[in-house]
T-cell receptor, first 117, second 114 residues
């Protein structure tokens, strides 16, 4: 699946570092999502953007800061993370968000495997 | 609130055997159901989805799922699995009250052995 790309694929960072995850979608979609996938837990929705506007913040700590400069790009800025933030971070996109989900199927990128030391 | 339960965390099966991965959701008036597959070191790929209409849904790679409203289930099946089907499978559900949000189950790890 090359419709949604994520970089980097792997990232190791210390607790005092600042880094950013990047997501790009080539599907002409208007909605983009960040999910956190921890071992043996369901995917957790973090943020939703629809037409570049944030429409959902699922009580995510402020050390995670999203940015959506346009409908094709989504960033997740990371600073002063904790070891428990180590996880696979998945980006997804859909045509729209908040309407009929029947037509707004989400397509996922390959994820960034983040390790916080 | 909507919830999803995948009853089996791990399903080992031999190659060419049939498999069923179970998924139950909490009741809702109008529900949309999805199965995603995640191969090792990859993101999630849509296998199939139920939006409305026929309760038997066919997806990619020979998988199918049946929507059973009375049992609030959406079990995934394949009549004969291959080694390449080894992956984690996620059931997800949404409804008109979720504002477009998907609720995921915890996943089922399918391990196909030769």
């Amino acid at each position: 699946e090359t419709g949604v790309t994520q970089t980097p694929r792997h990232l190791v960072m210390g607790m005092t570092n600042k880094k950013s995850l990047k997501c790009e979608q080539h599907l002409g979609h208007n909605a983009m999502y960040w999910y956190k996938q921890s071992a043996k837990k369901p995917l957790e929705l973090m943020f939703v953007y629809n037409f570049k506007e944030q429409t959902e913040n699922n009580s995510v700590p402020s050390r995670f800061s999203p940015e959506c400069p346009n409908s094709s790009h989504l960033f997740l800025h990371l600073h002063t993370l904790q070891p428990e933030d180590s996880a696979l971070y998945l980006c997804a996109s859909s045509r729209n968000h908040g309407g009929s989900l029947g037509t707004d199927t989400q397509y996922f990128g390959p994820g960034t495997r983040l390790t916080v030391l | 609130a909507q919830s999803v339960t995948q009853l089996d965390s791990q399903v080992p099966v031999f190659e060419e055997a049939p498999v069923e991965l179970r998924c139950n959701y909490s009741s809702s008036v109008s529900v949309y159901l999805f199965w995603y597959v995640q191969y090792p070191n990859q993101g999630l790929q849509l296998l199939l989805k139920y939006l409305s209409g026929s309760t038997l849904v066919k997806g990619i790679n020979g998988f199918e799922a049946e929507f059973n409203k009375s049992q609030t289930s959406f079990h995934l099946r394949k009549p004969s699995v291959h080694i390449s089907d080894t992956a984690e499978y996620f059931c997800a559900v949404s409804d008109d009250n979720q504002g477009g949000k998907l609720i995921f189950g915890q996943g089922t790890e399918l391990s196909v052995k030769p």
